[in-house]
């Protein structure tokens, strides 16, 4: 399976199940224009060795979300997740041109036991 870690394999594997592999973080779901109040930072992000952020999970799916317990374990840890890579966040609505990862069946922190396997 391909290891998406920078913009350019993204695009070379866009729409193939892949793993991305960077630094998880936490952050508020992106909204357009001016927010003045804090919102949770209950969605997340895979920062790459480049720069390039790539969300978990297109915003109008509902596992955009991501659960607690999950933040609170992989967040600042590089980490490896298994989905389909998407250079641009597919949705039926509006949504960020970003990158995201979608259909993702793990994340494993970078050095666990298994992280490297399909």
């Known amino acids: 399976m391909a290891v998406v870690r920078a913009m350019d394999d993204l695009v070379r594997h866009d729409g193939e199940r892949a793993i991305v592999a960077g630094r998880y973080r936490c952050v508020e779901r992106p909204i357009r224009g001016i927010v003045r109040e804090r919102r949770p930072a209950d969605h997340a992000v ?13 915003f109008d799916s509902g596992e955009g979300l991501r ?8 967040e600042g840890k590089t980490v490896q997740v298994h989905g389909i ?20 069946t793990r994340i494993r922190e970078d050095g666990e036991a298994g992280a490297h396997e399909p």
């Open 85 to 104: 890579v998407h250079k641009r966040m597919p949705a039926r609505g509006q949504s960020p041109l970003a990158p995201c990862i979608s259909d993702i």
């Open 46 to 58: 895979i920062d790459l060795k480049d720069g390039t952020k790539v969300f978990l999970e297109p």
């Open 67 to 74: 659960p607690e317990a999950e933040r609170a374990r992989f």
